[in-house]
T-cell receptor
Framework: QKEVEQDPGPLSVPEGAIVSLNCTYS??????FMWYRQYSRKGPELLMY??SSGNKEDGRFTAQVDKSSKYISLFIRDSQPSDSATYLCAMSSVNAGNNRKLIWGLGTSLAVNP | DAGITQSPRHKVTETGTPVTLRCHQT?????MYWYRQDPGHGLRLIHY???????DKGEVSDGYSVSRSKTEDFLLTLESATSSQTSVYFC???????????????FGDGTRLSIL
């Protein structure tokens, strides 16, 4: 079993829909949680960065962490065609040390249709 | 965008030849990383650096070496390229602030490497 599981999709939604993207993990030591967006032929771009549990909101994006369930979510409100991309989750523990080792999900491909 | 430049952006080469990829940053960040990204495997860490001349292995380091002689440059070398090293290679950088060691990583736009 992988340390981080992420449904690869593809997920296809109409413009304006609310999108929910999720990752589950097995290591209870994870404290830092990140969501990245990757457009085709580009590098991953940091969207959200949260520490420990709770919610964080930035514009149309909300990141949610449920440590008791080992489950993180990214919600996109009023989705736009420009949100079409692959979304990657990543996480690390407090004791990642010098290597800043991130554990990555495989990514979920999202298509928002006009 | 974080000031990260990867070169070349695309390269096609033959099995057995040496290949060097370059990552240049203008952010003065302490940490630099090399990843490869492959379908079904996601992002995998090859090597990373925590300072000038300070490097260590990641999870898929066999067949790769790195060097960091200046803060801004991190080189990845394939000494004798093999077809299994055909991939997209990403450089990332991160820093530490106020004693918090887990700052997020920021990525370049990658090098597409094909080994025939």
């Amino acid at each position: 079993q992988k340390e981080v599981e992420q449904d690869p999709g593809p997920l296809s939604v109409p413009e304006g829909a609310i999108v929910s993207l999720n990752c589950t993990y097995s290591n209870s030591a994870f404290q830092y949680f990140m969501w990245y967006r990757q457009y085709s032929r580009k590098g991953p771009e940091l969207l959200m960065y949260t520490y420990s549990s709770g919610n964080k909101e930035d514009g149309r994006f909300t990141a949610q962490v449920d440590k008791s369930s080992k489950y993180i979510s990214l919600f996109i409100r009023d989705s736009q065609p420009s949100d079409s991309a692959t979304y990657l989750c990543a996480m690390s523990s407090v004791n990642a040390g010098n290597n800043r080792k991130l554990i990555w999900g495989l990514g979920t491909s999202l298509a928002v249709n006009p | 965008d974080a000031g990260i430049t990867q070169s070349p952006r695309h390269k096609v080469t033959e099995t057995g030849t040496p290949v060097t990829l370059r990552c240049h940053q203008t952010e003065n960040h302490r940490y630099m990383y090399w990843y490869r990204q492959d379908p079904g495997h996601g992002l995998r860490l090859i090597h990373y650096s925590y300072g000038v001349k300070d490097t260590d292995k990641g999870e898929v380091s066999d067949g790769y070496s790195v060097s960091r002689s200046k803060t801004e440059d991190f080189l990845l070398t394939l000494e004798s390229a093999t077809s299994s090293q055909t991939s997209v290679y990403f450089c990332a950088i991160s820093d530490s602030h106020g004693g918090l060691n887990n700052q997020p990583q920021h990525f370049g736009d990658g090098t597409r490497l094909s080994i025939l």
